[in-house]
């Protein structure tokens, strides 16, 4: 196993034409479905980098910022962007072509975190990253950021720590009746 490898190394791309098994009720594709393929690319990319299997750990906020139709060819594209000892984060993205017009839009992104296991299901330690330009970079610490504000968010919304009260006013603005 190499100590370090760069993006390109480990990245997957994957395109698939879109049918209408993959449709939901209202004839758009299933956002689980392509959620299936997300994961499946991520554990591609993951496995490529760290030369093991590996497990999803969790999945960043997932935004669906367009409709995919059927007969559209979709393209998934993953890479690493950050790594740990034993994880790393892998950026995915989805776009949606129109065979008839060309047409390519972004539909999805999302970041996934994998772990590489070994044959015994234990964590190991995997090959860092090599990082070569400006937007290596700044994928790389924009994972830093969005786990220091995970673990925030997680820190502030404890059972043990929560506050009632000061947040009590915040509920106002919704559509919420508090019976305590």
Do not use: W
Not at 109 to 134: C, D, H, R, W
């Amino acid at each position: 196993m190499k100590k370090f490898k760069n993006s390109k190394q480990s990245s997957v791309k994957i395109t698939e034409l879109m049918l209408p098994s993959h449709s939901n009720f209202s004839g758009k594709i299933h956002g689980g479905y392509i959620l299936s393929l997300m994961d499946q690319i991520a554990f591609a990319c993951a496995s490529k980098h760290s030369e093991t299997y590996c497990v999803t750990a969790s999945v960043d906020k997932v935004d669906f910022l367009k409709p995919i139709e059927v007969g559209e060819l979709v393209t998934l594209k993953a890479s690493v962007n950050h790594v740990g000892k034993t994880s790393m984060v892998v950026g995915v993205r989805v776009e949606a072509e129109n065979i008839q017009t060309g047409k390519v839009k972004h539909c999805n992104s999302s970041y996934f975190t994998m772990v590489a296991k070994n044959n015994e299901g234990q964590s190991v330690i995997i090959p860092g990253l090599i990082l070569e330009n400006k937007t290596a970079i700044r994928r790389f610490v924009r994972s830093i950021i969005r786990k220091e504000d995970a673990k925030a968010r997680r820190d502030r919304f404890k059972a043990s720590e929560f506050e009632l009260e000061s947040h009590l006013d915040i509920l106002k603005e919704y559509n919420v009746k508090v019976n305590l």
